[in-house]
């Protein structure tokens, strides 16, 4: 088989046994997501705060279930054996690992990511507030692709717990950060979006950056002749 030649049976496979292996994180994921957006739907100092908070940490969570019960556990229990002793190539991996990862992640993320807007859209909570969301999903979109790369990338259990939490402490800083920019958190109060140059901006980054972080994971990984 050549290098670039995929084995789709067997890819599917390997992409539904992350799926059954995340069912549990997934409903628990979603979940809480409802709680925490009828805490902020409720429009109220305290639920909105507490919501909120709530809503990055299930984040934060679908994250880390997702590349751990792919990536971290299947080499803890050392399966990968198993693995390289199917007619799979590195790039097959890749693929089976990356799109199974993708599929578990995304799930949750984007059943939060349209009730967030919802919410948003159709509660007495400013509608400007919706770029904000936008901008904290973005983030967490980012920190999730770095983290998964490294996952893949690196073997080392360590680099990789810090590589997960390392990003995704990074939320906090980035939510001052966008404070300071008065053109984005202007708006926030307000009662119409506005999509403005430097949100747009911000927003197209994360989303390039996260592209390209992975495909360049799977650049490298196209050009392995083994697992290793």
């Avoid at 809503?55 to 019960?69: D, E, G, N, P």
């Avoid at 920019?181 to 506005?194: A, L, P, Q, T």
Wanted: aromatic share 10%; with cysteine.
């Amino acid at each position: 088989m050549s290098a670039f030649e995929i084995n789709t049976p067997v890819i599917r496979q390997l992409i539904v046994k992350d799926w059954i292996l995340f069912q549990k994180q997934l409903a628990l994921c979603v979940t809480a997501g409802i709680v925490a957006l009828c805490l902020i739907g409720m429009a109220k100092g305290w639920s909105f705060y507490l919501g909120s908070l709530l809503l990055i940490i299930v984040l934060v969570s679908a994250a880390c279930f997702s590349i751990s019960t792919s990536m971290l556990v299947e080499r803890k229990d050392q399966t990968l054996a198993f693995v390289m002793s199917l007619p799979v190539s590195p790039l097959d991996y890749y693929l089976a690992k990356l799109v199974g990862s993708l599929i578990t992640f995304l799930a949750p993320f984007l059943v939060i990511l349209v009730g967030t807007v919802a919410v948003i859209l159709l509660t007495p909570l400013p509608d400007g507030l919706l770029m904000l969301a936008l901008l904290l999903f973005g983030h967490v979109l980012l920190a999730y692709s770095v983290s998964l790369c490294v996952a893949m990338a690196v073997e080392s259990e360590g680099w990789n717990i810090f590589a997960m939490v390392g990003s995704m402490v990074l939320i906090n800083p980035m939510i001052m950060l966008i404070g300071q920019i008065k053109s984005i958190s202007s708006h926030f109060e307000g009662d119409h979006v506005v999509w403005n140059a430097p949100a747009i901006s911000i927003l197209l980054t994360q989303l390039i950056v996260s592209i390209a972080v992975l495909l360049i994971t799977g650049w490298v990984h196209t050009r392995k002749k083994s697992f290793y």
